[in-house]
């Protein structure tokens, strides 16, 4: 039995909101990472530079 039109509207609606969800999270995750790679060098550097002084001790 298929479903009705006003079914059928409902689930292609959610379908595409859920997509469209979907397509933001990935865009903001690319960002984030672009970033995070931008800043790579100095975030590594302090990271060894703390293990460092905690080593010191």
Known sequence: ???SAGNRSEFI????RSHL???VR???SR???RILNEH???LNEEALDTLAY???L
């Open 13 to 16: 609606e959610q379908a595409l």
């Open 31 to 33: 960002q984030d990472l």
């Open 21 to 23: 969800a979907h397509l």
């Open 1 to 3: 039995m298929l479903p």
């Open 26 to 28: 990935q865009e903001i």
């Open 40 to 42: 790579a060098d100095r």
């Open 54 to 56: 905690q080593t010191g």
